[in-house]
């Protein structure tokens, strides 16, 4: 096939990207584990919105961005009862 290269040679392997993709790969980890939390306690996004006097969306927002922020994940836990504190590891895949 004429003009065609393989995948391996045209990727970006450079470590800006590599770098970039650890980040929203973490930031996704986050998000999951968010949701696995709620639903362990058995709240649903409303309830859990309640305890945090915000709207449904607003947890809804949370629980699916990729740019949290510390204090919105500390809100986010402490209304399910918990405690974030500095240096606490965030468990892997």
Known sequence: MS??????????????LQAEVE?????????VEL???RQAMGLSQHQLADCMSVAQETVSQLENAHDLRLSSITSYVTALGGEVRAGDPFPGP
């Open 35 to 37: 949701v696995r939390l």
């Open 23 to 31: 980040t929203e790969m973490r930031a996704v980890r986050i998000s």
């Open 3 to 16: 003009g065609h290269r393989r995948f391996a040679e045209i990727r970006d392997n450079s470590p800006e």
